[in-house]
């Protein structure tokens, strides 16, 4: 006949405060915050001990990943927090959801496929670059998100203070780097020559989400040099996924006329 332990009984009132000190100073947080009310919840429906134990280390488990992702969220520097789920698919009726979803699962990451959205102001390029960022940050994965003039003036100042290598080394390793804007402001010939380094750097090593508002047949332009804006974008292009966005603008949706009336 198998014996039947005892019913749980929590710890004594008296031992509370110092074992909250000691689980407090292992770093085990959540235990420390949980344990008591863990404890009555487990002597109420008269749970094993190991039972016990095991939801206190599920609970601290849970806390730590939470933790390492937010961490993860303010290391990739986002200016504002967007998410897939809130991005209205029926008003952009020429993107295809079905492709942006199955992005949200990451596969691109691991393949070191690139992302572009090009388009113009206000169409959901940079929401659609955050969310996914932010897919990325849920899976623990390593992201920065950055404005491409930041990006060039840091690239810029690492060359003249000698430490372009360390940098282009610390970009490469990122799991995934979001570029936006890029083509808002013009490059001079050394900021697009370092983002040629930039981009030869993570060529099949590290995916890249860009956003733009010039069309490919632009780049020469805003580069200010044909050739180079053909190496870039061969290899941007070589592995990769473009979405084209040509609806309206987000800015102006709640001011634009519903029905027939609005524009397409």
């Known amino acids: 006949m198998t014996r039947r332990p005892p019913p749980f009984t929590p710890a004594p009132a008296a031992d509370s405060g110092t074992l909250q000190g000691q689980l407090t100073k292992l770093g085990l947080h959540s235990m420390a915050t949980h344990f008591e009310p863990e404890a009555t919840r487990a002597a109420k429906n008269e749970m094993a001990y190991t039972a016990y134990l095991a939801r206190l280390v599920e609970l601290e488990l849970a806390d730590k990943a939470d933790r390492s992702i937010n961490a993860r969220i303010a290391r990739a520097r986002f200016p504002v927090l967007r998410t897939l789920e809130a991005f209205d698919f029926g008003f952009q009726p020429g993107l295809s959801a079905a492709r942006v979803r199955e992005l949200a699962l990451l596969a691109f990451l691991d393949a070191a496929t690139n992302v572009l959205f090009i388009g113009g102001p206000g169409v959901g390029k940079t929401h659609l670059a955050i969310a996914l960022a932010l897919k990325a940050c849920a899976a623990r994965r390593s992201v920065l998100f950055t404005a491409a003039p930041d990006l060039l003036d840091q690239l810029v100042a690492a060359e003249v203070s000698h430490t372009l290598g360390p940098l282009l080394s610390q970009l490469r390793r ?16 050394r900021r697009a020559n370092l983002f040629f380094q930039l981009v030869a750097a993570r060529y099949t090593r590290g995916a890249l989400i860009i ?54």
């Open 211 to 264: 956003t733009s508002n010039v069309p490919f047949d632009g780049w020469g332009q805003l580069l200010g040099d044909d050739v180079l804006a053909a190496a870039i974008l061969d290899r941007l292009l070589h592995q990769s996924e473009i979405f084209a966005i040509n609806g309206p603008s987000y800015r102006l949706k709640d001011k634009l006329p519903a029905g027939p009336e609005r524009p397409t």
């Open 174 to 189: 990122l799991d995934l780097l979001v570029v936006d804007e890029l083509g808002y402001l013009p490059m001079d010939g």
